[in-house]
Every structure is written in C-alpha cells, then in structure tokens.
Nanobody, 123 residues
C-alpha cells in the first residue's frame, strides 16, 4: 500500500500550486483522507480533510478560503489546490488515509501516510 504525493515546488507569495496524492495497493474510497504539513523542528499539523465521498471537508483556520481539498475515488486520487500562497505555507506536505470515513484533524486517526512533497514559498 502506497500513497505518493507530488506537485510541490518553489513558488512566490501569491502563487498557486496543486498537490496530488496517488494511492496504490488498495482503494481508499471508503476512507476519509487528509493533508498535513510539517516544518523541520516542528510538529506535523493538519491542513485539510475530506470525507470518504467528498461530502464533507474541513480545514485549518490558517488555510481556510485559500486551500481546497478534493478527491476522485474513480482514480484513487486526492488533491490539494493551494491559492494565495504565503511564506508561512512553506513545509513538507503529506497526504494520509484515515481509519475512519469522516475527515479528522488528528494525525493519530490516519494509518497510511505518503512520503511528502516540499512546498517552498518565497516572499
């Protein structure tokens, strides 16, 4: 079972990026999924989560109205559209699959993790 995150890169403040997460080895169409991020030396923090069928989403306050999480269960894919990026968004971004069908902000609720993709936002 593997989650492969991609789409990170170096951008300027105000730019946009779209992260993708490809799942292989099993389907996650019945699982909530999420994005987390981590800055070296800091704890991993929740960014966004989505219900198994996309019917409910949740966001960290710091990204609300700028980021959009979505999924395509037919392709076993998870996405994070990031707009109006800020230098504070610089981090390694991880996708994850939850044990539960609903989105969760708690990393302990996720039992499958991708390898991370680096997003660097310059001012």
């Amino acid at each position: 079972v593997q989650l492969q995150a991609s789409g990170g890169g170096m951008v300027r403040a105000g730019d946009s990026l779209r992260l993708s997460c490809a799942a292989s080895g099993r389907r996650f169409s019945n699982n909530g999924m999420g994005w987390f991020r981590q800055v070296p030396g800091e704890e991993r923090e929740f960014v966004a989560g989505i219900m198994w069928n996309g019917g409910r989403t949740s966001y960290a306050d710091s990204v609300k109205d700028r980021f959009t999480i979505s999924r395509d269960n037919s392709k076993n894919m998870l996405y994070l559209q990031m707009n109006s990026l800020k230098p504070d968004d610089t981090a390694v971004y991880y996708c994850a699959a939850s044990r539960f069908a609903v989105p969760s902000s708690q990393s302990a609720d996720y039992n499958y993790w991708g390898q991370g993709t680096l997003v660097t936002v310059s001012s």
